[in-house]
């Protein structure tokens, strides 16, 4: 039968190629999984729900369809239509995920294009179902006040526990288990807020039967063999919510680099609570150290600053929590600026006007901050010419000012300002400002040092008239770069102090290299590496008022110019012409910078073919006259400007395309003698007439993990049409071995380029059923199962490898076939096998077209199967139909008992399933040994049994009877198929 079925399908495939159908087909896809699934759904006909249990692993399979190959491509949704779209892909066929999650649940997409016609969509709805551990919480009536749990006092025991799918609950007290009315002083009911994920137990009035021991158990009904999950709580008159207090100050201020630890202790509560410490904002310090209520922070910095929360829970009440807040001295940015008299509006600094210094500083805690001012080391206080200020309502909080109203000679000398905080610790921040008798205000360069333990900065005023002013070099705008260099952009800024400089960009709103809005310098010098085309445009420098000038701001403006090599089309192409032809090959600028002179130099190689100048033309092109073997090769053209080279590149070869081999035969595997097997190889050629005619084929065969490749030429007469179907079939192929197979068209001019794939053997199985067949030769018995239920197993076996010891008068003598070395199942009935145990052999799970939604008609199919009953011990061979979602009912399909002869039996029944089914062989022992009940060639097709089969005597003696008259017309057609075809 597996030759018939072979030779039929490739009878098939001849005759499609005789009429001249092309093979370029659009994609289609389906998906199959790999059995693990707890259960499988079918939803709106053609798509499906996949359960499988948290913690298994996914594996979902695309089968796909098409020519030339499509490329598959998985992506996933979320679950709920809410959540967007996750694009986490996979480009291959089999989407694994081991240790699946619940997140990992949601449509998972299949999709195959091959760029003819849409792509195809399959997707497959995959849900994971899990069950957690249910908690008990306990609560009293609402307003209740007291801590304890006395009489006359209603408790609420609430079970909680997440799962998928939704969980039932059921409470115990003790081993008594408690029901609706069947205690008055116990209630259970579902609030309708929870959506039934929780299940209240409620006790009115407390009793003393009500103090006990409290179960609840959270079950999901073993869906995926989950079990059941319990948890207990004790009620009893002590029973109260915790209650927690901190033996700490809030809030705790400590300095940098010092320990601290808080301590949390319970006041109350029965249970004991579990006390936990959080932190409000991230998680806790790595280096803190736990340990029971009490937190280390060992050598705090100012990152552990913030929020910590004690939280006490034990699952009574709400959890009692107490919270601190732990600040972080500090001390930093200390800066100044001078305004010269503010209320004139000046920009310079007169004799006779008003001066004001300020500086600023950041402090934590703000209110710990306290300001001091020195004139030339010696506390400065504040009067009527010199007013000081610690606060300023104009300006951030942190700042001081020092007024001097009506400069004067005698108001030479250092003016320090002194940050410092109040609780120590914390180096203090001076910034000095000089005016000398020979200047009024200035300030030399910024000088940073530690004295005496204080951060200072120095600034001396020198310049009598001190605004900043900015300048660019002639030199320095417009600045010339190339693409990844790096360039300074300079502006030169004046008067003392020097302000600090802020860099923007002056022509669009984008960011600065460094991706922020705004660079800082201090030198005027901005610096970018790496400079981009991006990059080009104009930059604005500006002055800013800290550490300098409280003045109008000056600015200026300096212009980037990035040259960039040309970007040319197309970057790469091949091209394939037939020979003594000529080939013409363009290169475009789409850009460049400069654009005023363009070169361009043609070579193959390293030889030089031609070389010009650009004019005004965008494009340079080259032709090559006579295309031959000699000029082969990849062609250059290098586009040249300032800033380097744009290159377009051409493969020009008169080689032919690589064939492209055709994956969509249907089980194009198939066997003609028991250890050997045959395989159709078909291809299709890409662009057939770019070059000269393909005269053959050089094919190359070699078995999977050998070195010697075994070759032939296979002819080819006229010329191929695109599209065309090209067959050779490969024969004497070894079972079970793969092949590596090569195939290189050839012209009259050399060898094309080569397609390799591997082929490898496989049964004839096609589980999304339109046509299975089974000899059971394989090694996998065509994905049959031995039921796990059942007494003992089904045995494969041939006559070749039958033990010597066997019982005679019982069982087969051959296989179907009267092969002596084909395999079939039997029971073996001798000891220790008992009269009435029973052996179950299952089949893979068929899964049907899907239902047609304008019609209510069902596929019907005709399973057949040959069996033999021999001995006069036989017992009972029953088959049984199982539907899918329908686990524990099998339906009685067909059964025989007692001996039939030595002789193999055919059985044809026509089964209407609904859904996706399975197929039970059950053999039942007899009262002997003489009842061994083998089964063979099972088979099943779409469409309903013929007449003729169901009415036909069910006897085939070995390998005579009805197979002689099939035999007939294939052996016409085994005659063509012997040389090529096309």
């Not at 949704?77 to 649940?105: K, M, P, W, Y």
Request: hydrophobic share 35%; proline share 6%; net charge neutral.
């Amino acid at each position: 039968m597996d030759l018939i079925y072979g030779l039929l399908w490739l009878l098939t495939v001849l005759l499609e190629g005789i009429f001249g159908q092309g093979v370029y087909a659009p994609p289609t896809v389906r998906i199959v999984h790999s059995g693990l699934a707890c259960n499988i759904e079918e939803e709106r006909y053609s798509e499906r729900v996949y359960t499988i249990r948290e913690g298994e692993t996914l594996e979902l399979t695309c089968l796909v369809t098409g020519h030339p190959r499509p490329q598959i491509r998985w992506t996933k949704t979320a679950g709920s239509a809410s959540d967007r779209f996750q694009d986490s892909s996979v480009f291959n066929e089999t989407l694994r995920i081991t240790n699946i999650q619940r997140h990992q649940g949601g449509r998972y997409y299949c999709k195959a294009e091959n760029g003819l016609g849409s792509p195809a969509i399959k997707s497959i709805r995959v849900d994971v179902y899990y069950l957690d551990d249910p908690v008990v919480t306990v609560h009293q009536s609402i307003g209740e006040a007291k801590e304890q749990f006395y009489y006359e006092r209603t408790v609420f025991l609430r079970c909680v526990a997440n799962s998928n799918p939704p969980v039932r609950y059921s409470w115990r007290r003790g081993q008594e288990v408690l029901l609706q009315g069947s205690d008055k002083g116990v209630e259970i009911y579902e609030p309708f807020f929870t959506q039934g994920e929780t299940k209240i137990l409620k006790l009115k009035n407390l009793r003393p039967q009500d103090y006990a021991n409290y179960s609840c158990i959270a079950s999901v009904r073993s869906v995926c063999n989950i079990p059941d999950k319990m948890v207990s709580f004790k009620l009893s008159n002590k029973t109260a919510s915790p209650s927690i207090k901190l033996l700490v100050d809030d809030p705790i201020v400590v300095n940098p680099g010092e320990a601290i630890t808080l301590v949390c202790v319970t006041t109350g509560g029965e249970p004991t609570p579990t006390l936990t410490w959080v932190r409000s904002i991230g998680t806790l310090p790595e280096k803190t150290v736990l340990n029971g209520g009490t937190l280390t922070i060992p050598a705090i910095i100012s990152d552990d600053a913030g929020t910590y929360s004690c939280i006490a829970n034990n699952n009574v009440g709400n959890p009692a929590k107490k919270s601190i807040n732990i600040i972080v001295r500090a001390l930093k940015k200390g800066r100044f600026w001078i305004t010269p008299d503010p209320y004139h509006k000046d920009d310079t600094i007169q004799i006779g006007r008003e001066v004001k210094i300020s500086c600023q500083v950041e402090a934590i805690p703000s209110e710990e901050l306290t300001f001091s001012w020195f004139k030339n080391g010696r506390p400065l206080r504040s009067s009527e010419r010199m007013v000081i200020t610690q606060t300023d309502p104009d300006v951030s909080p942190g700042t001081t000012n020092l007024d001097i109203i009506d400069l004067k000679f005698t108001d030479f000398g250092t003016y320090t300002c002194v940050a410092s905080l109040k609780g120590g610790g914390i180096s203090d921040i001076s910034i000095d400002v000089n005016i000398s008798s020979s200047t009024a205000v200035g300030a030399s360069d910024r000088v940073l040092g530690l004295k005496t333990g204080r951060s200072e900065f120095k600034f001396g005023l020198r310049k009598l008239v001190v605004p900043p002013n900015l300048t660019v070099p002639q030199e320095k705008s417009p600045l010339v770069t190339r693409e990844g260099d790096t360039i300074e952009l300079q502006c030169q800024v004046t008067g003392k102090p020097k302000p600090i400089i802020l860099w923007t960009r002056a022509d669009k709103e984008v960011a600065m290299p460094d991706g922020s809005m705004q660079m800082e310098s201090y030198d005027g010098t901005l610096r970018i590496v790496n400079v981009s085309r991006e990059m080009s445009g104009m930059y604005r420098c500006q002055t800013s008022q800290y550490n300098g000038f409280n003045v109008t701001p000056r600015e200026a403006l300096v212009q980037l110019i990035v040259q960039y090599p040309p970007a040319v089309e197309p970057p790469f192409l091949e091209i394939r012409q037939g020979q003594d032809r000529s080939v013409t090959m363009s290169c475009r600028v789409l850009r460049a910078y400069p654009i005023r002179v363009l070169t361009y130099e043609w070579r193959l190689g390293n030889k030089l073919l031609r070389m010009g100048q650009f004019d005004s033309q965008e494009y340079t092109e080259y032709t090559l006259k006579d295309l031959s073997n000699e000029n082969y090769g990849i062609y250059n053209c290098n586009i040249i400007n300032e800033a380097g080279a744009g290159r377009c590149s051409y493969l020009v070869t008169g080689k032919a395309y690589a064939p492209e081999f055709y994956y969509d035969t249907y089980n194009p595997v198939w066997q003609n003698r028991h250890r050997v097997y045959s395989y159709s190889l078909q291809w299709t050629q890409m662009n057939p007439d770019a070059v000269d005619r393909i005269v053959a084929y050089r094919l190359g065969i070699r078995q999977a993990g050998q070195q010697r490749w075994w070759e032939q030429e296979i002819k080819i007469s006229g010329n191929i049409q695109k599209g065309e179907l090209l067959t050779y079939n490969l024969t004497e192929l070894i079972k079970p071995e793969s092949y590596e197979v090569r195939l290189t068209p050839l012209t009259k001019f050399g060898e094309g380029d080569s397609t390799i794939r591997i082929i490898k053997y496989s049964a004839p199985v096609n589980p999304h059923l339109r046509e299975f067949h089974c000899g059971f030769e394989d090694g996998n018995i065509c994905l049959f199962t031995q039921d796990d239920t059942d007494n003992f197993d089904w045995t494969k076996q041939s006559t070749a490898t039958r033990n010597t010891k066997y019982t005679p008068n019982t069982g087969p003598n051959a296989d179907r076939t009267g092969s002596k070395e084909g395999y079939y199942m039997y029971i073996e009935t001798s000891r220790p096998r008992l009269e009435g145990e029973k052996a179950r052999l299952l089949s893979p799970v068929f899964s049907i077209a899907p239902k047609n939604p304008y019609g209510a008609t069902n596929t019907a199919y005709c399973f057949s199967f040959f069996y033999h009953m021999y001995g006069q011990h036989i017992g009972v061979l029953n088959v049984y139909l199982r539907l899918k979602g329908q686990t524990t009912i099998e339906n009685p399909l067909w059964s025989s008992s007692g001996n039939k002869g030595q002789h193999w039996n055919e059985a044809h029944v026509n089964i209407y399933p609904i859904t996706s089914f399975q197929l039970i062989f059950e053999g039942i022992r007899g009262p002997g040994i003489e009842g061994d009940i083998a089964i063979d060639d099972v088979s099943i097709s779409e469409g309903e049994c013929t007449k003729q089969d169901l009415t036909t005597k069910n006897s085939v003696d070995g390998a005579g009877g009805i197979l002689v008259h099939i035999w007939l017309f294939p052996a016409v057609v085994i005659i063509s198929i012997l040389n090529p075809r096309r």
